[in-house]
């Protein structure tokens, strides 16, 4: 993200479960993934950059994860647009956890492209930065969301371009 973290990949790492590990001990060996990840979208591999460039962003803002932390239980991406950040999240949780969860607001149905989906706002999210769409998949959910960088200037509400850009995406979802 060209040298900064965006503010709602840091909120979301909050909310989602955040392990801790020792900081003074050294691991050999090879990298594995963190637990519950197996058979997750992985939309940085997933999502074809031409499907990126067609939503005016560019493909090598890329960032894996969060802060490059895995994160137990999700697969996440994220992609600079010119005010925004898009960070796609897959996970094994479901749209009904979504809609259960009192962290979020203003749930509503939706439909993007061929699917049927829900919209939803961070509940600390008062200046409505930030948008949420969730879809379900076999696997769980994939969700699409749009933060507004702090320092850039909100062309569009954040679910307005939420909602164009998850019909873009859609097509090449897991079903």
Not at 39 to 47: E, T
Not at 89 to 98: E, L, M, N, P, Q
Not at 115 to 120: E, K
Not at 138 to 150: A, F, P
């Amino acid at each position: 993200m060209r040298g900064s973290v965006g503010v709602g990949r840091l909120l979301m790492a909050g909310m989602l479960v955040w392990t801790a590990a020792g900081c003074s001990s050294v691991v050999e060996g090879a990298a594995e993934p963190a637990s519950g990840q197996e058979g997750l979208f992985d939309p940085c591999k997933d999502i074809p950059d031409s499907v990126l460039e067609e939503v005016g962003l560019d493909p090598a803002t890329e960032e894996v994860d969060i802060a490059g932390v895995e994160q137990p239980g999700w697969k996440i991406c994220g992609w600079s647009g010119s005010w925004y950040f898009l960070t796609v999240y897959s996970t094994a949780r479901t749209v009904d956890d979504v809609r259960r969860n009192a962290d979020y607001r203003d749930v509503e149905e939706l439909r993007a492209g061929s699917r049927h989906g829900i919209q939803f706002q961070r509940v600390d999210d008062v200046d409505g930065n930030g948008c949420y769409i969730a879809f379900p998949v076999e696997q769980g959910s994939i969700w699409v969301n749009i933060e507004r960088m702090l320092s850039e200037a909100q062309e569009e509400p954040s679910c307005v371009v939420a909602q164009r850009v998850s019909v873009d995406i859609e097509p090449v979802l897991p079903k």
